[in-house]
């Protein structure tokens, strides 16, 4: 009982994939967005890319309304 309370807190978390300052997409764990960062400067080593933590929806929505 301890542990499904313990991970549904941990469930509010996300993470912003940003190219260039722009979003690009959102993942529920790290290493899901961090692998499609490394992907992503694999493919375009020049561009500015970043993984960002986010624990509140609204951020993410402020995020995803202007890109």
Do not use: C, W
Request: no cysteine; glycine share 2%.
């Amino acid at each position: 009982m301890k542990n499904r309370i313990a991970t549904s807190s941990l469930s509010h978390e996300q993470y912003i994939l940003q190219i260039n300052g722009q979003f690009n997409s959102m993942h529920r764990r790290f290493e899901d967005a961090l692998k499609a960062g490394l992907l992503l400067k694999y493919q375009f080593p020049n561009d500015d890319i970043k993984v960002r933590e986010t624990s509140s929806t609204e951020e993410v929505m402020q995020a995803t309304a202007f890109h």
